[in-house]
């Protein structure tokens, strides 16, 4: 009777490997996709091991020329929920980045250069690749576009991200500025004047 129990368990898991698993691109069996998060252009996404994507998100890989986008989140990292990860080009997840509710982060955005046409209906348009490196963590409310966030670096609660945050800091405002930054030597934060 138990070896029956053990099979019926692993229905849910063939459906959601048949289902799920088999259209992206790669996605680990020890990695979790709610259903509730919306998924475009799966054969372009990889999710590594142990990562997880909560409820109600958007993962887009769009294709608009001729390179192929890539939307890779790497091992053990944690997506919070209705964050929205759009890429034309390149957007990377590190190992262990931590990401909270509410997130927008993309490589692109909408042109708005001609001004008869309303901005919906211009082009997609690939601004900067997007490397959330290993360790980093993306508070609530954050937008990022275009910009980089550095190994183990903090960005606080509804920051704007246009330009790249080195490794080992912490960066908040819109847009976002470095106000502290990590001193290998001494082993301690250190306050960045803002004046330099």
């Given amino acids: 009777m138990q070896m ?38 799966k054969k372009y996404i990889s999710i590594g091991r142990n990562s997880v994507v909560q409820r109600g998100g958007w993962l887009l890989a769009l294709k608009i020329d001729n390179e192929n986008p890539i939307l890779s989140i790497g091992d053990n990292c944690a997506i919070g929920d209705y964050c929205h990860v759009i890429s034309v080009r390149k957007v990377v997840f590190e190992n262990d980045v931590l990401v909270a509710n509410n997130v927008y982060i993309s490589d692109n955005l909408h042109d708005y250069e001609n001004i008869n046409i309303p901005i919906k209906d211009q082009a997609v348009k690939f601004k900067r690749e997007v490397v959330l490196q290993s360790g980093c963590w993306i508070g609530e409310n954050v937008c990022i576009i275009g910009a980089s966030v550095g190994k183990n670096s903090v960005i606080g609660a509804n920051s704007v991200v246009t330009s790249d945050i080195g490794d080992y800091c912490i960066a908040v405002g819109s847009p976002a500025k470095v106000i502290k930054k990590y001193d290998l030597k001494s082993e301690k934060w250190l306050t960045v004047n803002a004046n330099n």
């Fill in 4 to 41: 029956i129990i053990n099979y019926l368990k692993l229905i849910p898991r063939l459906f959601y490997f048949i289902f799920n698993v088999l259209n992206y691109n790669f996605l680990s069996l020890r990695s979790i996709v709610f259903f509730s998060v919306r998924v475009q252009g």
